[in-house]
T-cell receptor, first 113, second 117 residues
């Protein structure tokens, strides 16, 4: 049973526009959510996180939104840059920031110049 | 950010053999984690390795198949035993370290790409 789902395997956007990556989850016990970016042949890199007591968190061009009632979170990248092209993973934890994460399948983002 | 190295970076092995993957961190950390990513799948936590105690395995993973050592606060090994083609995956080491945005952030190593023939 996939507890964290990224239903879009890929997304293509134009440079300068907004990229919106979506993630759904089923476990209501999740209390901490994260986004990671992964380039080929590298490990995932932490981007941004949000705890369940918040509905928005931002860091520069990256904003994560959490809708607990819908069990949905999204990552907005504005403006998108070609260097943002990578695989983006959504992850969740039911035990806070303890390192025990459940990941989605990933969405490949391509930002076209 | 944490500097995490893994050896080997990739390997091709025959079924029935075992491979030990090493993870080295540039500073002391309490908790280390081993994940795997099977082809086309998401990352899955195998076990949590704390120094001085036995590793804690997630559901579906057992010590006989994935023995883990944690001899000190900067090093850990994961062995994939009696391999079968289903073990073909990327195996990643991960640590919790103080980060830029959060008190603790989870950093990942570059991964070990294992192919079992």
């Amino acid at each position: 049973d996939q507890q964290v789902k990224q239903n879009s395997p890929s997304l293509s956007v134009q440079e300068g526009r907004i990229s919106i990556l979506n993630c759904d989850y089923t476990n209501s016990m999740f209390d901490y959510f994260l986004w990671y970016k992964k380039y080929p042949a590298e490990g995932p890199t932490f981007l941004i996180s949000i705890s369940s007591i918040k509905d928005k968190n931002e860091d520069g061009r990256f904003t994560v939104f959490l809708n607990k009632s819908a069990k949905h979170l999204s990552l907005h990248i504005v403006p998108s840059q070609p260097g943002d092209s990578a695989v983006y993973f959504c992850a969740a934890s039911a035990s806070g920031n303890t390192g025990k994460l459940i990941f989605g399948q990933g969405t490949t983002l391509q930002v076209k110049p | 950010s944490a500097v995490i190295s893994q050896k080997p970076s990739r390997d091709i092995c025959q079924r029935g053999t075992s491979l030990t993957i090493q993870c080295q961190v540039d500073s002391q950390v309490t908790m280390m984690f081993w994940y795997r990513q099977q082809p086309g799948q998401s990352l899955t936590l195998i076990a949590t390795a704390n120094q001085g105690s036995e590793a804690t395995y997630e559901s579906g993973f057992v010590i006989d198949k994935f023995p883990i050592s944690r001899p000190n606060l900067t090093f850990s090994t994961l062995t994939v035993s009696n391999m079968s083609p289903e073990d073909s995956s990327i195996y990643l080491c991960s640590v919790l370290r103080p980060g830029r945005l959060e008190v603790y952030e989870q950093f990942f190593g570059p991964g070990t790409r294992l192919t079992v023939l």
